[in-house]
């Protein structure tokens, strides 16, 4: 099975591409098997992020700042 830091790098590629939060959900994580929830957004100071909960125990945290998708 593919780990959540894969599933990080992947998303993080196509974000980078120019791929948006919305379609990288629809995509590739809303039927993953990793996925464990909808996305949930968070302030993480002043900046928001979406975090998805993963069947790992972890989150996959993106934030749209850095167009990054990290675990945590």
Known sequence: ???AEDLARV???AVR???D???VWHAL???HPLIDGLPQQRMEGKRSVL???LITGEWLVFDGDAK???VG
């Open 17 to 19: 591409r120019g791929e």
């Open 29 to 31: 994580l809303k039927n």
């Open 21 to 23: 939060f919305p379609t």
């Open 11 to 13: 998303c993080t590629d």
């Open 68 to 70: 990054r998708f990290s």
């Open 51 to 53: 975090e998805i909960r």
């Open 1 to 3: 099975m593919e780990r």
